[in-house]
């Protein structure tokens, strides 16, 4: 194999098609963050599974953590791997947070799907003439590319940014037609991370901003919108990890019947990283404390990977809606 590789070879499917089944179905497809083994083989079983469609999606640390030819093998490996299963689900592989023109060129030459170039931090014009940038590449291999509007609080991009900028409606049809992204990611009050929002023991999450999204939907009728920051940052991961010896205290993050009404209308892709990170460690921690002498990784990583499993066939089933749409 030449070290450009087109995605089709490792039998990976772009977005075009996903997202226009989950558009009309009202339903969301699941992209969820992966950095080895154990977390891309519980997505991808999960999904086989509930017969989802998937995204699997690294972000740039995630594809320095896992080296990006270990990638390829791995994303070939998991479409054999479901394939073997007697599973036909379409599997997109995913660059997340895309910072610079070069690394998502890299992707696309290296087998992914779909890129993301995130140039949200950025001037309006200069986000432009950087999506515009990847698009004119990445469409040349039939690479599906997905831009940002909207600043959300917490880490993106390595950039720590205190506080969130929504999405303005008045400017997604200009970005759209000015730069051909196949879909758009907007901020309408998540935020990446666990500390989602600060707000007092027993108090509610404040409501996304469904009134901006709706305006967006109006501007783009039929437009693929995706939702960053998306973990529910479940509880009980959350006290299972305070319990054994951890210190996540406030973590809280967007209620699930939220993200229902968020992928029953123009959002078609939503982002879950700091959901399975939780589910990882909160599973490894207790093992640990209750095995004390164990040593196998085997032991408490495959914890970790049934416990991923559960988590993602929740989410397909009964917040995302993408279970059986495969
Ligand atoms: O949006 C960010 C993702 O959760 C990836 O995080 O850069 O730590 O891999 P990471
Ligand atoms: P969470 O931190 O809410 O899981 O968001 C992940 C994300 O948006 C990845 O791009
Ligand atoms: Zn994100």
């Not at 009309?24 to 977390?39: K, S, V």
Request: proline share 4%.
């Amino acid at each position: 194999m030449s070290d450009k590789v087109h995605y089709s070879d490792l039998g990976l499917e772009n977005t075009r098609a996903m997202f226009a089944k989950a558009v009309d179905g009202g339903y969301a497809i699941p992209a969820y963050n992966f950095n080895n083994l154990e977390q891309l083989q519980a997505i991808i079983m999960a999904c086989a599974e509930t017969s989802s469609p998937v995204i699997v999606q690294v972000s740039k640390g995630a594809r320095n953590y896992a080296n990006s030819t270990m990638l390829r093998y791995m994303a070939m490996g998991a479409v054999k791997m479901v394939r073997e299963m007697g599973s036909q689900i379409p599997i997109c592989l995913h660059l997340d947070h895309g910072d610079t023109f070069e690394l998502c060129k890299s992707c696309v030459d290296s087998g992914f799907s779909s890129v993301m170039i995130d140039g949200s931090h950025l001037p309006y014009d200069e986000n432009v003439a950087l999506t515009r940038q990847v698009v004119e590449y990445a469409h040349q291999h039939d690479v599906c590319v997905e831009g940002e509007l909207g600043v959300l609080a917490g880490i993106e991009d390595e950039v720590q940014a205190e506080k969130s900028t929504y999405t303005q409606p008045e400017e997604v049809v200009d970005f759209v037609s000015k730069t051909g992204v196949d879909s758009l990611a907007i901020s309408i009050g998540t935020s990446h991370g666990a500390y989602k929002f600060k707000i007092k023991p027993g108090e509610p999450p404040p409501t996304l901003r469904f009134d901006i999204l709706k305006q967006v939907e109006k501007e783009l009728p039929g437009f693929p919108i995706v939702l960053h920051g998306a973990s529910s940052v479940v509880q009980e991961y959350v006290q299972l990890i305070n319990r054994y010896g951890g210190k996540m205290e406030g973590a809280i993050g967007i209620p699930e019947d939220q993200l229902r009404k968020a992928a029953a209308s123009a959002v078609c892709k939503i982002n879950i990283d700091s959901d399975g990170r939780l589910a990882v460690t909160a599973k490894i921690r207790e093992y640990l404390t209750n095995n004390p002498s164990e040593f196998d990784p085997r032991k408490y990583l495959g914890e970790a990977r049934k416990e991923l499993i559960k988590l993602v066939k929740h989410k397909n089933e009964t917040v995302l809606g993408s279970a059986g749409k495969a």
